[in-house]
């Protein structure tokens, strides 16, 4: 298997009646599966879509998303995550750089499409149904898979997944079927063949992050079955893991902790989640140990949508390394160099990470400028400070750059600071992370106001309220002034410095 093409159809081949998708009460084996693929995918050729069209998906954690997602790839088009939390303003972006053809959306994100102003240009918008009423939605369509299919090769586009870029611009980070066919080679294929019908997974975890897109294929490719679920109350997440005998799910750190606290509450005999998985910014070992003392593996990975995976521990490489972001996966080199003079620092020195492997981003969709600053000679450029120990464990310890980690979602400065700056009233701004117990960091608005202007906080607040998701609003602070260099650049690192001591 070189592409995404016939995924489904591969694996509807190998277990046709093992349960593939569940959300609430409407269920699919992988044969139905594929027959909703393939019915989606006579849709998208009814309506014209060809080979490298780019389609968003603005949709919900359902058993519509992973269908709708391989419906797309098996005509040849590209697969665009788009954020739930998404404003008119950051849509407009991506339509227009990502020169988007159509979008599909749930219901609720309607509102967004119709208030943000490119989606004239969409050839077309597709509303799909809640889960009940997704099952029939394109029952007029032919189950058997399209004739005139186009081909695709292991070099084509399959995912662009945008991150805002330090420009302030949405870059989209394109993904080649082959970077993720490799992937999902690297376990052998052995593993396809012989599943462990008792792992099923549970998606809590939104779609458009790489890493619950990429476990999507995995879980296609190994055969194990994908319970979708919106709910984010910890309680209900933990009655749908015992419903559904929920063996394995992924989520972020906060998420994890609220789940295993509220686990804690009561008796919960012969709990069924063995394994949990978490990335996106670095797990405590405080809450490694609270998952170990309650009988499950939490697991931690490192890597980027650029890179897919990088590396990852888990607690069979040993305690003494709880600290590290383990090994790095089958096929990836990673190697640690001076930031300025770029060369290989020795075992143990900090530096920063540098990973080449199979699965790495093509680049940015249409921007050569920004490849090149992160993608040199096969290498890409993580802008985190790092080691490797004499064992081979990479240990994260910074970043070199400006972005923020909210949890799992990265926040660039610049975008933030370009909303803040349009505000009426403001003269002067800089964006800074800072600490925060729930979601590692939160951004912070330094802003330096104009003379005799009447703008309060609030003000500013609101203003980006209007213009960004909610995870991207800043805590707005006022000062007389921002510290510079001598050439007139803002010092973040001393804005940070500043603003910790006054915490």
Same mark, same amino acid.
């Given at each position: 298997?070189?592409?995404?093409?016939?995924?489904?159809?591969?694996?509807?081949?190998?277990?046709?009646?093992?349960?593939?998708?569940?959300?609430?009460?409407?269920?699919?084996?992988?044969?139905?599966?594929?027959?909703?693929?393939?019915?989606?995918?006579?849709?998208?050729?009814?309506?014209?879509?060809?080979?490298?069209?780019?389609?968003?998906?603005?949709?919900?954690?359902?058993?519509?998303?992973?269908?709708?997602?391989?419906?797309?790839?098996?005509?040849?088009?590209?697969?665009?995550?788009?954020?739930?939390?998404?404003?008119?303003?950051?849509?407009?972006?991506?339509?227009?750089?990502?020169?988007?053809?159509?979008?599909?959306?749930?219901?609720?994100?309607?509102?967004?499409?119709?208030?943000?102003?490119?989606?004239?240009?969409?050839?077309?918008?597709?509303?799909?149904?809640?889960?009940?009423?997704?099952?029939?939605?394109?029952?007029?369509?032919?189950?058997?898979?399209?004739?005139?299919?186009?081909?695709?090769?292991?070099?084509?586009?399959?995912?662009?997944?945008?991150?805002?870029?330090?420009?302030?611009?949405?870059?989209?980070?394109?993904?080649?079927?082959?970077?993720?066919?490799?992937?999902?080679?690297?376990?052998?294929? %052995?593993?396809? @063949?012989?599943?462990?019908?008792?792992?099923?997974?549970?998606?809590?975890?939104?779609?458009?992050?790489?890493?619950?897109?990429?476990?999507?294929?995995?879980?296609?490719?190994?055969?194990?079955?994908?319970?979708?679920?919106?709910?984010?109350?910890? @309680?209900?997440?933990?009655?749908?893991?015992?419903?559904?005998?929920?063996?394995?799910?992924?989520?972020?750190?906060?998420?994890?902790?609220?789940?295993?606290?509220?686990?804690?509450?009561?008796?919960?005999?012969?709990?069924?989640?063995?394994?949990?998985?978490?990335?996106?910014?670095?797990?405590?070992?405080?809450?490694?140990?609270?998952?170990?003392?309650?009988?499950?593996?939490?697991?931690?990975?490192?890597?980027?949508?650029?890179?897919?995976?990088?590396?990852?521990?888990?607690?069979?490489?040993?305690?003494?390394?709880?600290?590290?972001?383990?090994?790095?996966? !089958?096929?990836?080199?990673?190697?640690?160099?001076?930031?300025?003079?770029?060369?290989?620092?020795?075992?143990?020195?900090?530096?920063?990470?540098?990973?080449?492997?199979?699965?790495?981003?093509?680049?940015?969709?249409?921007?050569?400028?920004?490849?090149?600053?992160?993608?040199?000679?096969?290498?890409?450029?993580?802008?985190?400070?790092?080691?490797?120990?004499?064992?081979?464990?990479?240990?994260?310890?910074?970043?070199?750059?400006?972005?923020?980690?909210?949890?799992?979602?990265?926040?660039? !400065?610049?975008?933030?600071?370009?909303?803040?700056?349009?505000?009426?009233?403001?003269?002067?701004?800089?964006?800074?992370?800072?600490?925060?117990?729930?979601?590692? %960091?939160?951004?912070? @608005?330094?802003?330096?106001?104009?003379?005799?202007?009447?703008?309060?906080?609030?003000?500013?607040?609101?203003?980006?309220?209007?213009?960004?998701?909610?995870?991207?609003? !800043?805590?707005?602070?006022?000062?007389?002034?921002? !510290?510079?260099?001598?050439?007139?650049?803002?010092?973040?690192?001393?804005?940070?410095?500043? @603003?910790?001591?006054?915490?």
């Amino acid at each position: 298997m070189n592409t995404l093409q016939y995924l489904v159809a591969e694996r509807a081949e190998i277990s046709p009646q093992h349960e593939a998708l569940v959300e609430h009460n409407e269920r699919y084996t992988f044969n139905e599966f594929h027959e909703k693929v393939n019915q989606l995918s006579h849709y998208f050729l009814e309506k014209g879509i060809q080979k490298g069209d780019r389609i968003g998906i603005l949709a919900h954690t359902s058993i519509a998303y992973p269908v709708v997602t391989m419906g797309i790839l098996q005509v040849g088009a590209v697969v665009v995550p788009l954020s739930k939390s998404m404003t008119p303003y950051e849509l407009d972006s991506i339509i227009t750089s990502g020169q988007l053809k159509a979008i599909i959306h749930h219901n609720e994100f309607t509102s967004v499409l119709e208030k943000a102003e490119q989606t004239a240009g969409l050839s077309f918008t597709l509303k799909i149904e809640d889960a009940k009423e997704f099952t029939t939605q394109f029952s007029a369509y032919n189950t058997n898979t399209p004739e005139a299919l186009p081909e695709v090769l292991p070099e084509d586009l399959a995912l662009m997944m945008f991150t805002s870029g330090t420009t302030g611009k949405s870059k989209g980070c394109m993904i080649a079927h082959g970077s993720v066919s490799a992937f999902l080679n690297s376990g052998g294929q %052995e593993e396809r @063949a012989n599943i462990d019908k008792s792992m099923r997974y549970l998606f809590v975890h939104p779609f458009f992050h790489m890493s619950s897109m990429s476990i999507l294929f995995m879980c296609i490719n190994t055969g194990n079955t994908m319970v979708c679920s919106e709910e984010t109350d910890p @309680a209900k997440v933990i009655e749908v893991i015992e419903k559904e005998n929920i063996k394995m799910l992924f989520a972020l750190p906060p998420a994890l902790k609220y789940i295993v606290e509220e686990l804690e509450k009561g008796d919960h005999y012969d709990f069924p989640l063995k394994l949990a998985v978490s990335g996106g910014t670095k797990v405590s070992e405080s809450l490694i140990e609270q998952y170990d003392r309650n009988g499950m593996i939490l697991a931690q990975g490192y890597g980027s949508t650029e890179a897919w995976i990088i590396s990852s521990w888990h607690p069979q490489m040993g305690w003494k390394k709880v600290s590290s972001a383990g090994k790095p996966a !089958p096929h990836v080199e990673v190697k640690i160099v001076d930031p300025e003079t770029r060369q290989e620092v020795p075992t143990g020195e900090k530096g920063e990470v540098l990973v080449r492997s199979p699965y790495l981003f093509k680049g940015y969709w249409q921007n050569e400028e920004a490849t090149n600053a992160v993608l040199q000679d096969g290498w890409l450029a993580m802008g985190d400070a790092g080691r490797l120990d004499e064992d081979g464990f990479l240990y994260i310890e910074g970043r070199y750059k400006d972005v923020i980690v909210y949890g799992g979602d990265n926040i660039y !400065p610049d975008q933030v600071e370009e909303v803040v700056l349009a505000a009426d009233g403001v003269l002067e701004a800089t964006v800074v992370g800072m600490p925060d117990d729930v979601y590692g %960091e939160v951004p912070y @608005a330094f802003v330096v106001k104009q003379a005799a202007s009447a703008l309060t906080e609030e003000d500013v607040v609101n203003f980006c309220k209007e213009r960004l998701a909610p995870y991207k609003v !800043p805590t707005v602070v006022f000062v007389s002034s921002l !510290p510079k260099n001598s050439v007139g650049k803002v010092l973040k690192n001393e804005v940070k410095k500043q @603003a910790l001591a006054h915490a």
